[in-house]
């Protein structure tokens, strides 16, 4: 078993295939990380714009909470329909492109795209940050943890759609039934209270006496622009219904829903915890932070076994939100390199049946950016909804149009349900991309054109290949015989196999010998030219023409492709065969001992050479 | 002009070698900065040994001097006599090696080449340690300056020979002028003042009261053992005879002499001053130390224009005596790798007519060494004049040999000084040896016989390529007919090219498909297969046979290489090409859009086939 087997399993059949497809339950903690995640930053992210609205905000919370939850249902019942109409996967990438036209799709394909490697960095340091808030002494590691946990994942991933799936199953389950079951506590407790219940740990309050914003629309509108992050990630399922079991779309679906509505649960939950307990939330990078999710659970449940249970798991559910990415992405590209706009590399199945090319290269980018920005990425979170919210908005669009073309029963119902969700998600993307232009959203609009632009030529590069490489039928009509050139510098067993073989090919033969001697009148083929003549003449083939170039500058490949070049354009019916004799050592450590020229002449040859010439590489093997 | 032609001057033609040889004026620049730059170094070892004697020791100078003055009159007596008999270069190795057999040849190479690249990283470091005890504010950057100055003298070698010898002209015979000033000076003085002069700047002493220790017989052996570094780089000019202008032999020896003549000049009139002056070496490495030279300038001169003048034509000669290796080095590479126990390249001469290998080799070589010590190699100095002494001691050695064999007028007198030289600079090695070997010169015992080890093997691999290759005349009886295998993946204008080619090799042609797909019954051939066949018919030639082979694993590669070798060993007769289609884009950034799969299959056919098995490359320019 070698070191591959070990750390990624064996390769895996083709037939194999359907064993690796995920269920509902494998398919939660695979595709829905980030979504369950996000329910851990997206409500605080919308309390903490709130924050100088003092206890005002905190008012808002549930209208905002309403309005978010609204968009999740809507967003929802579109995807549903995508999963159907779509059961190849590609989500809003393949909704918009197939409805609204090429350059739509891949502008939803770029937005998604940068947003799930947003994911996978952000998602890491977020995940690593909370760690370090909580165990203080690791701070000096954190790029190192992110690092870590990226290549873990890397591997996991390699290793298989589903691996992942019933490896992350544990911790997604007990920090779901953890934080549902905090929130269900409280809200338990409120009713029970009759709406004022009190809180075990006291919620930080800022110190009294503080200077109180006005609650004024553009507060709660970037209040609300924020708290839609809670949201990324739903997209996910819709990018990989190929990886679910048959029937896909039944199990993608029922994936889905179960993601949404245990979302949803959490969502509400904390909307309405938060306004029951009059919890604030803290200024982040202040000495007296703590995580929304923390002051929550410790004022429903106290410091007990029940609160680290439950911060331990969404630390551990945040550091793997990356994995939604990680099963989002490969698929995404595979579905854009089938329609020829990325590398077909993105296509390939690995030993894994999985798309290896797609894993490896998210991992590169994303690696790039924890390092770049030393693991701690907050400023790239302005950056985060956008992709998201442009991928929901243009895949609503286009199911429209999806529903206009195709009609069915509900063909008006489906259109308003879409319809609206359309312009819900769209003006949210306006929103967000207001709230948050200058915070960095800018960058978004500057790469996503650059994106699509990149793959609208990678797609031009094709489609002119596949053009001018088509071809409809064999012509075998004869052509002039070959030539044979055989560069030999020194007369031994390669070089007579060579010879050999090229009279093999044809009887028109001419052996080649560079001088590079500044001695006059010796050019180092005297000994031999004469022993191959008379072979030729007692074969009765032949006599091969011997022909030798001088070198003053010592040069050996630009003569013979100089010479080679001569040759075929001195001949413009006949294809020139170039038989390079090369002497293969066995043994690494023997590379330096021989030159390499045949393989540098191979290469020359085949970058300066054209149509008509070929290049025969024969061997002999230094060991048999 | 390009980039190398600025950098390294035009390339020169082969015939232009004779300008770019070197007279006596350029030939001790050139050959001589490593021996008369060990005038700064030998004597002051020399005296610091006997430190601890105090004035005491200052009285044993003189017949030290005289010891080690006589030991290079027969060194150069016998070097001289090298030059004559051995004219092709070489040396010390070449003298053993043609004298006294392989081994012993091997054994001066060996020691050679690590005193070379010694006198490299040694060299530039001893005078940027000289710069920085000059300039403490460079200390920070010791390690910069040194690879600095390593490049420029690669860069100044790689432009010819000639260029560093003119080049260093300048700084050599200003030092040349300074130093022999400055030290008749002193003995015109000394002279004038019957013995007794007065020093300008009087020489500094450690405190009075100082334990003394008592000179012994062992004290005097390691002084004299130390100031035997003096006479390291004497050995350059015999291993580079064939840079010399015409009469070779004749430039070489009187270059030889001239380098001798000024060093011995040096070396005695220190002995002289310094006794005269009662100087002593101050301890390296503590705050009172002063270089032996400063002290003797400062004593005869004073702190004058002169003194500042002679101080840093030494520190410039220091810093440039790596240049004597830079010549030497690549010449003695050149003689070794003819003989074929180094690798062929070091044979190779390079656009200006050096042997570039060497140069690079020495530079890599060297630049690690200065890395690992950090620039600084104060416990490499042990290493030094062991391999320098055994490659003098092998040379004479081998010159006894030579006159008993030559014979010739004046044999026994030959006989007779280079008798006495073999043993003097035997028992010097020996004592060398005993007195450093703790400090480090175990290590030239070990790396030295691995050296020769190493260059036994690459004979021994030459010598078994050179058997196994041998071949008398071309064997041109008529063979089984060739049987192409074209590995087709899609029916384009590359795999059309490619069938075409086939077809113009032989008659007999199988196109081989490799069938990933996991649905049942769809190989991925249909659309095409009938294309071939009908032509074929059409064109009169015998159909192709289709191979579809699946791949259950989606491997591409290993399935064509097994089927190829299968074929192969079906047909134990003839001969299999395998022509393999490949489409070639000219620009870089299309590298990314396509596989490169035609590259790893011509690779792979080379490492796993075998002698029967040549590989054909069809090329399909995408750019015409």
Known sequence: MGFLDVVLGRPLRSEEDDAQRVGVAAGVPTFGLD??????????????????????????????????????????FSYRQTIDAYPNGGGSYTVAGKNLGETVGLLAAAALMLDYLLDVGVGISTGVGALVSAVPRLGPHTLAICLLILVALTIINLRGVRESGLLFMAPTYVFVVCLLGVLGWGVWKTLM????????????HPEAGRAMAAVGAWLLLRSFASGCTALTGVEAVSNGVRSFREPRTRTAQWTLTVLVVLLALMLAGIGYVVRAYGIEATEPGSKDYQSLLSIITAAVAGRSMVYYTTIASILVVLSLSANTAFAGFPQLCRVIAEDGYLPRFFAIRGRRLVYTEGILVLTVLAGAILVVFGGVTDRLIPLFAIGAFLAFTLSQAGMVAHWQREGGERKWLNIGINGVGAVATGITVVLVLMAKFAEGAWITVVLVPLLILLMQAVHRHYARVEKVTRVGELDLKPRGSLIAVVPVSRWDRPAEGAMRFAYALTEEVEVLHVDCSSEEGETGCEDWRPLVGEAAERAGVSVPTLTTVTSPFRLILKPIVDHVLKVEAEHPERSVAVVVPELVARHWYQYLLHNHRSTALKATLLIRGNGRIAVVNVPWYLEK
Chains 1, 2 share one sequence.
């Open 35 to 76: 979504a369950l995640g996000s329910a851990a930053y997206g409500p605080e992210a919308a309390l903490t714009i709130l924050i100088p609205a003092g206890m005002a905000g905190i008012a808002y919370v549930w209208p905002i909470s309403l309005t978010i939850l609204l968009l999740l249902g809507i967003v929802f």
């Open 193 to 204: 209270s009759g709406g004022h219940p009190h809180a075990v740990v006291a919620p930080p």
